[in-house]
């Protein structure tokens, strides 16, 4: 590939932010043939297309939006360099990059977080991808941080270092004041459930569960997604499985109640970095607190 062209890649980046060429081009005081020249040029080099075109307006391909980001990380660092050098250096101020799993619970997350709000001398962004654009990131140095209820495997594992934030027990959860009397599955026949997917190791858990008391769960639904298994847990009047942490709120407000917690079944919580000499200094700190601190469990 030849050498990369910055000024090529810095035309392609506005592109992308507003994905149409003649607006760009009014900005940077350019043709429109002129623009769409220097992004073919660019393509060119590279050895594949960016853009895939729709109507009058530009999409990125899958390989474009992988650009993307390391434009995105490359500018952005400049747009801070200019402002430092009109404003200053804002001593101490510190930068953490975060990526989450999309399926993750909302309140894990913010509660995770809560140090980071309202500190003036930290700026972090949070990125929701899924488990391995997660860590292909967090080895290209695009993220400093990743959370997860997955520990990550394979070819990465010599450079990540992964920590258990925290375990919950999974709990059966309905709503307040349905419980069944007595032992499960006394009481459970004719009760609806969502459950999570079956791929999911809480979903193993809960089928060896059942099995083991001899009872079959009339599944009404499935979701991998743990902000959306809460929304069903409070609003469809079933059954569901997942941490009590996940519905903290509706429990507290006597919309839902905890029927069960399943012997020996937890759900995980990771945090992920590299293995690696120099991190912004607030990680430490956040990862050093006890889960207690945040889900208020020992």
């Not at 404003?87 to 309140?107: E, F």
């Not at 858990?205 to 902000?227: I, K, N, S, T, W």
């Not at 009590?244 to 020996?264: Q, T």
């Amino acid at each position: 590939m030849a050498r990369l062209n910055y000024h090529h890649l810095y035309y392609f980046w506005q592109v992308a932010r507003h994905g149409h060429l003649t607006d760009v081009a009014r900005q940077l005081h350019l043709s429109q043939s002129a623009l769409s020249a220097q992004i073919r040029q660019l393509e060119q080099n590279m050895g594949f297309a960016l853009f895939e075109r729709s109507g009058r307006r530009l999409h990125l391909t899958e390989d474009g939006r992988r650009v993307l980001d390391y434009a995105d990380e490359i500018f952005t660092k400049g747009e801070e360099l200019e402002g430092v050098l009109r404003h200053g250096w804002q001593r101490g101020r510190q930068k953490l990059r975060i990526g989450v799993l999309a399926s993750m619970s909302r309140n894990v997350i913010e509660a995770f977080m809560a140090p980071l709000l309202g500190r003036s001398d930290v700026h972090f962004t949070l990125r929701f991808l899924e488990q391995g654009a997660l860590l292909d990131a967090l080895l290209s140095h695009r993220l400093d941080l990743v959370l997860t209820d997955r520990e990550p495997q394979g070819e990465g594992e010599a450079v990540w270092q992964s920590q258990l934030l925290a375990r919950q027990p999974l709990a059966v959860i309905g709503p307040a004041g349905r419980r069944p009397l007595g032992p499960f599955p006394r009481g459970f026949a004719d009760r609806a459930w969502i459950l999570p997917g079956r791929a999911s190791a809480s979903r193993t858990a809960f089928d060896a569960f059942c099995a083991l008391h001899g009872y079959e769960p009339r599944v009404q639904g499935e979701a991998d997604d743990m902000a959306m298994l809460r929304l069903l847990a409070r609003d469809s009047g079933a059954l569901c499985l997942l941490p009590a942490v996940v519905v903290r709120d509706e429990i507290r407000e006597g919309r839902l109640e905890e029927y069960l917690s399943l012997p020996n079944a937890y759900e995980h919580f990771y945090a992920v970095t590299l293995r690696r000499r120099f991190m912004p200094a607030i990680l430490p700190e956040l990862l050093g607190r006890a889960a207690a601190d945040y889900l208020g469990e020992a």
